[in-house]
């Protein structure tokens, strides 16, 4: 199949990307660059061996997506682009609404007016908010934390109405629990720009030497050791789900949430201790309060997703320190330095 990713060149796109042209299929990325580089796409390139299709530009640009269409028979959309900071959609609510939301409402009336309505959209673990019950399975109630959740989950009923009123269009969306770690050649992964929020990418910096200690943000959360406790997963297995997720959407009309998670939950000071094991490196740490907005606990229930995309999650987190480490040491800088 010939499949459009939208954002692209951002993290778990290029990951995606990788393992699309590896299942036989032919990509084409789309990219703003509002938090990626050009270099990004070449990266990609070289993994794959051959060049890609690759246009820079707005997702929310009509004219730019009809162009695409227009140069290529797309079978399938997987819409990765948008804004995911949290704490900076919290700061920039109306620039998290316009993006998000205007990429999703532009890239859906141009694929109905070109007849291409099969979409996989990245939703993510953060329209659950603060989970009733853990394991969290698709049933669980829906409401969102923050600006960014709220994109998500606005997005997931903007494409349930689209799939109620023309039953033509298959949608499938995929709520990412927390993805970690890189492609193993070391050439792509994570890179955040400025300060790292997420919890992987600071401890990756911090063994490396650039940051001098990891603050663990509580330890008097009701968990096993007090930290708080996440369902990490490997890029690249993620990245399979997506694999799974466009290989099943044709058999599947109407839209349908799917938990890529592990199901397993683990907590930051494990994380740190995996990390180091797995890395032969040092990860120095101090427990500071909690960080606002956090939750104690947050895994996934995967089941739906193995019984009806065949899909698990198969690599372990010491795997996925071990290509974070790969990837941090041979990229200090991340893109930058090319
Ligand atoms: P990322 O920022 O690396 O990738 C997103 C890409 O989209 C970037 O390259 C950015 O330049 C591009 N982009 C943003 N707005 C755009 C626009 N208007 N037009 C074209 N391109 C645009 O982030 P990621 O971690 O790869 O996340 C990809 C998707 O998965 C996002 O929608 C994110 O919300 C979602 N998600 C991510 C996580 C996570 O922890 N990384 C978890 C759950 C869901
Ligand atoms: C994980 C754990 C922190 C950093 C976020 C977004 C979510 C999704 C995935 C987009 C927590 C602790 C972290 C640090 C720490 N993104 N931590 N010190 O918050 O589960 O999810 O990324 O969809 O929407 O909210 O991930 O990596 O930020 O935090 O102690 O420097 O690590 O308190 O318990 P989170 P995270």
Redesign the pocket.
């Given at each position: 199949m010939k499949i459009l990713l939208?954002?692209?060149?951002?993290?778990?796109?290029t990951h995606t990307a990788v393992q699309f042209v590896a299942a036989g299929h032919s990509v084409v990325l789309?990219?703003?660059?509002?938090?990626?580089r050009p270099e990004v796409v070449a990266r990609v390139e070289r993994i794959v061996g051959h060049s890609l299709a690759y246009y820079t530009?707005?997702?929310?640009d009509p004219k730019l997506l009809d162009q695409i269409f227009t140069d290529h028979d797309i079978d399938v959309v997987v819409?990765?682009?948008?804004?995911?900071a949290v704490g900076e959609s919290v700061e920039q609510p109306l620039r998290y609404y316009r993006?998000?939301l205007?990429?999703a409402l532009t890239l859906c009336e141009v694929m109905e007016a070109r007849g291409v309505r099969r979409l996989v959209f990245?939703?993510?673990?953060?329209v659950y908010g603060t989970p009733e019950q853990v394991p969290i399975p698709e049933t669980a109630s829906l409401h969102a934390a923050n600006p960014?959740g709220a994109t998500?989950l606005f997005v997931e009923r903007i494409l349930a109405d689209l799939a109620v009123a023309n039953p033509a269009w298959h949608i499938v969306a995929l709520?990412?629990?927390?993805?970690i770690g890189a492609h193993p050649s070391g050439l792509i992964g994570?890179?955040p720009q400025g300060i790292p929020n997420?919890l992987f990418p600071y401890i990756a910096q911090v063994a490396a030497g650039r940051r001098d200690k990891l603050r663990v943000f509580g330890d008097d959360y009701p968990t096993p050791d007090g930290t708080g406790v996440r369902d990490y997963l490997h890029v690249m297995d993620l990245a399979d789900g997506h694999v799974a997720a466009v290989e099943h959407i044709a058999d599947q009309a109407g839209w349908r949430g799917y938990n890529l998670g592990t199901g397993q939950g683990v907590s930051v000071l494990e994380s740190v201790r995996t990390f180091e094991q797995a890395t032969g490196s040092h990860v120095p740490y101090e427990v500071v309060p909690r960080r606002p907005g956090d939750i104690a606990e947050c895994y996934a229930d995967p089941t739906r997703a193995r019984e009806e995309l065949g899909w698990v999650a198969r690599r372990t987190i010491a795997e996925a320190c071990a290509d974070a480490w790969r990837w941090q040491r041979e990229n200090p800088n991340g893109y930058a330095a090319d």
């Open positions: 939208t954002g692209g060149a951002g993290y778990i796109g789309l990219d703003s660059l509002v938090n990626s530009g707005d997702c929310a819409h990765f682009a948008g804004l995911k993006n998000n205007d990429c990245s939703s993510s673990a953060s960014y998500k709520r990412y629990f927390n993805p994570e890179d997420n």
